[in-house]
């Protein structure tokens, strides 16, 4: 049912579970500010020690033994490394930690699979404008660089940035996420430009100097729900959930894998907007210049964060101000049959899966795709016998084989999120993600596994090994 050499892993990201925030001369990053300021996360929590992974990263390598993974996807915090964001100082503890887990890895036969930025922007460079500044660009392929000088021998699988649709709207037009910017309806589009900018270089950068020699494969991970619309038949709900997409996934894949430049229909809906609301000037949306790098091309596969689905209706907007809302006019809705589990946004729909792949082959010119994130969480009354959890890998698992042997779509692993508790953002440690419980009261944040990382051990031994059953 899966390829011999299908990738079977489960991922996590540095913030929410490395701790150590200023351990060995790491530098502050926009998450250590945005948890530290009262208001912003679920009862004042922080990843200050989070599930401690700078010192218990041995514990995390018998977790992944346990569920036999194949590849493990782990994030490099920029200002461990570089604290403040630039090459000119060199964190070597940074390095030394980030080498003893990728050696680990290996030793044990596990393929690591790194992400560059996962939301944690080191705070020096948030202070010289961030994201929102042209110049990130430079300096992210910098950090880029340096990754890909010291890690690239042994990392064969890179993500530049994950989610860039999620740091510019929550970090920069919802101010859920660190910076905390609500700049709407501009903000987030120079944002996701400059991400764009960053990542084309990164990979550039890889794919001249580092490619000939390392042979590895760069992408960036996108996040998408599968939208549909609310009524098949209706014209307007098939057009709004055009839009939608457009203003999500096709935001950032369409000037990746198709054309270089931004989804027309997202351009017009911003550019109609601001007429109407009387905003003169350029267009919210930015242009790429000569002087950019070629966007077209600048991903070796595509990496994919899969968790829910959405109907679509059009409407929704803010009224008479200027919000991404408006621009997209498209509303979301859950369909019954839906149930929600554990975060309020996470309606579980497998098949969505299959849908989703499907539309990716179609619409970005076949390409290998991985699913770097897939997962189910659960909040308040802790479940280590997660039932519910475990029918839930079950069955997404068996839509992506369907996707694969069906529809002929290239899935060349799978990532389940994520290995362990971790700190979840804005909503602190009150969602689990895990396929292992962390005990967050315990000073030891001892690990215990949930039976859904069981089944999921199940899952990789039978494939594995290429058994029907
Ligand atoms: C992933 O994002 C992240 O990459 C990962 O770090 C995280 O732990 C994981 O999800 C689980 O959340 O209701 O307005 O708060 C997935 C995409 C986009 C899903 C934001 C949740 C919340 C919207 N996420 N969304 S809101």
């Not at 997202?266 to 905003?279: F, N, P």
Request: net charge negative; hydrophobic share 35%.
């Amino acid at each position: 049912m899966f390829p011999r050499d299908f990738a079977w892993g489960a991922g996590t990201a540095a913030y929410q579970i490395e701790g150590g925030w200023q351990a060995d001369g790491k530098g502050p990053s926009i998450w250590d500010t945005f948890c530290h300021e009262s208001g912003n996360v679920f009862g004042e929590q922080n990843g200050d020690v989070a599930g401690n992974s700078y010192e218990l990263w041995e514990k995390d390598l018998e977790c992944i033994q346990l569920l036999g993974l194949t590849h493990y996807r782990l994030s490099l915090s920029w200002a461990r490394l570089l604290p403040d964001g630039t090459t000119r100082h060199v964190n070597q503890k940074g390095v030394q930690y980030y080498n003893k887990v990728i050696d680990d890895l290996l030793a044990c036969n596990v393929s690591p699979t790194v992400t560059l930025y996962h939301f944690d922007l080191p705070q020096a460079l948030q202070d010289q404008g961030g994201w929102k500044s042209p110049g990130i660009a430079a300096l992210f392929d910098n950090y880029a660089k340096f990754c890909f000088q010291t890690f690239g021998d042994r990392v064969k699988l890179w993500i530049t940035i994950n989610e860039p649709h999620v740091c510019a709207k929550l970090g920069h037009e919802d101010g859920l996420h660190a910076p905390g910017l609500k700049e709407k309806g501009t903000a987030a589009y120079l944002v996701g430009h400059n991400m764009l900018r960053a990542h084309a270089t990164a990979w550039h950068s890889y794919s001249s100097v580092y490619r000939p020699e390392q042979k590895g494969a760069v992408s960036l991970a996108l996040n998408s729900d599968w939208l549909e619309p609310s009524q098949q038949g209706c014209k307007e709900d098939v057009a709004a959930t055009e839009r939608d997409l457009a203003f999500t996934l096709g935001w950032f894949a369409w000037p990746v894998f198709v054309t270089g430049d931004y989804p027309e229909i997202m351009r017009s809906a911003i550019d109609a907007q601001s007429r109407k609301l009387g905003h003169s000037g350029a267009s919210r949306l930015p242009r790429f210049s000569n002087d950019d790098p070629t966007i077209l091309g600048t991903a070796d596969f595509f990496a994919l964060n899969y968790y829910t689905s959405r109907k679509v209706k059009s409407g929704g907007g803010c009224g008479q101000t200027l919000c991404m809302k408006s621009d997209r006019d498209a509303e979301e809705v859950l369909d019954s049959s839906w149930p929600i589990c554990g975060a309020s946004w996470l309606a579980v729909a497998p098949d969505g899966l299959r849908k989703l792949l499907k539309y990716i082959k179609d619409t970005f010119k076949n390409p290998a795709v991985y699913v770097t994130e897939n997962g189910f969480s659960q909040v308040g009354l802790l479940q280590i016998e997660d039932v519910q959890r475990c029918e839930f890998y079950k069955e997404t698992i068996m839509e992506m084989a369907t996707a694969i042997q069906e529809d002929g779509v290239d899935v060349r692993g799978y990532f389940a999120w994520s290995l362990m508790d971790n700190f979840e953002w804005a909503d602190g440690y009150s969602v689990r993600f895990g396929l292992f419980h962390v005990d967050f009261s315990d000073s030891k944040r001892s690990r215990t596994i949930y039976r859904s990382g069981r089944e999921y051990a199940r899952i990789i031994s039978k494939y594995k090994s290429g058994q029907s059953k």
